[in-house]
């Protein structure tokens, strides 16, 4: 049983960063290290459009992890997935959705991505999968929630120096943790963590599901 923390913690592209990142020697790290509850990747459409793929960008050497190959190995992992789209494709949805199926991961999986990719999610008609939409401004998260009902709202900052002082502000001053309560069926999540000092803010914060991390920090 791994250890957990206060909120949960998900590695970001399974926790690790460079040319490891999206691999399955990454999610063989994520199984390993306690505290660590579940691992968020990226998936698309290889360059044949054939099979999934599970990468950021677009795969130019056909040496990404095919989607299939990573399931099979999470099948047997207690860690929850947080599974991005790249591409706003019914027929990538669909067939991510079979693949969960047949290993048994629809229960512990959340499907999101930013808004224009979610547009094509079946929002009308999950059949049991989790759906989630990332929220780029602390001000549309309501607009998002009312217009989509997601289970889950990802939030955060990015690499742009300002961002996350601003976030750290707004969580403040404009009482993001009001909107956790009041829309206390959507899990929030929060990242991309890159330091302990953000972690343990983090964890002071109400409301908050769990934070995506980079890569581990040897926090307790």
């Known amino acids: 049983m791994?250890?957990?923390?206060?909120?949960?913690?998900?590695?970001?592209?399974?926790?690790s960063a460079g040319k490891n990142e999206n691999t399955l020697e990454a999610f063989k790290k994520s199984a390993q290290e306690k505290g660590v509850d579940g691992v968020e990747f990226d998936i698309r459409w290889n360059q044949k459009r054939d099979k999934i793929i599970i990468s950021h960008d677009s795969d130019l050497t056909g040496e990404a992890l095919e989607l299939?190959?990573?399931?099979?190995?999470?099948?047997?992992?207690?860690?929850e997935?947080?599974?991005?789209?790249?591409?706003?494709?019914?027929?990538?949805?669909?067939?991510?959705v079979v693949s969960l199926n047949k290993y048994n991961l629809k229960q512990k999986t959340l499907l999101f991505g930013f808004k224009?990719?979610?547009?094509?999610?079946?929002?009308?008609?999950?059949?049991?999968?989790?759906?989630?939409?990332?929220?780029?401004?602390?001000?549309?998260?309501?607009?998002d929630i009312n217009t989509f009902n997601p289970d889950s709202v990802l939030i955060g900052?990015?690499?742009?120096?300002?961002?996350?002082?601003?976030?750290?502000i707004v969580w403040t001053l404009f009482s993001l943790p009001k909107i956790c309560e009041k829309y206390s069926n959507v899990d929030f999540a929060v990242?991309?963590?890159?330091?302990?000092?953000?972690?343990?803010?983090?964890?002071?914060?109400?409301?908050?599901?769990?934070?995506t991390a980079d890569k581990p920090f040897g926090w307790k």
């Open 2 to 15: 791994k250890e957990k923390n206060k909120i949960k913690v998900v590695a970001h592209r399974g926790w």
């Open 68 to 79: 299939e190959e990573g399931l099979k190995f999470l099948a047997n992992e207690d860690l």
């Open 81 to 96: 997935l947080f599974i991005e789209l790249k591409e706003g494709d019914k027929d990538l949805f669909s067939q991510t």
């Open 116 to 143: 224009d990719i979610v547009a094509s999610f079946p929002w009308g008609n999950r059949e049991g999968i989790r759906l989630g939409i990332i929220s780029e401004y602390p001000w549309e998260i309501s607009k």
């Open 157 to 168: 900052w990015d690499d742009r120096w300002w961002t996350k002082p601003a976030f750290k």
């Open 191 to 211: 990242g991309v963590v890159k330091s302990e000092e953000d972690y343990n803010w983090l964890c002071k914060q109400e409301g908050i599901y769990c934070l």
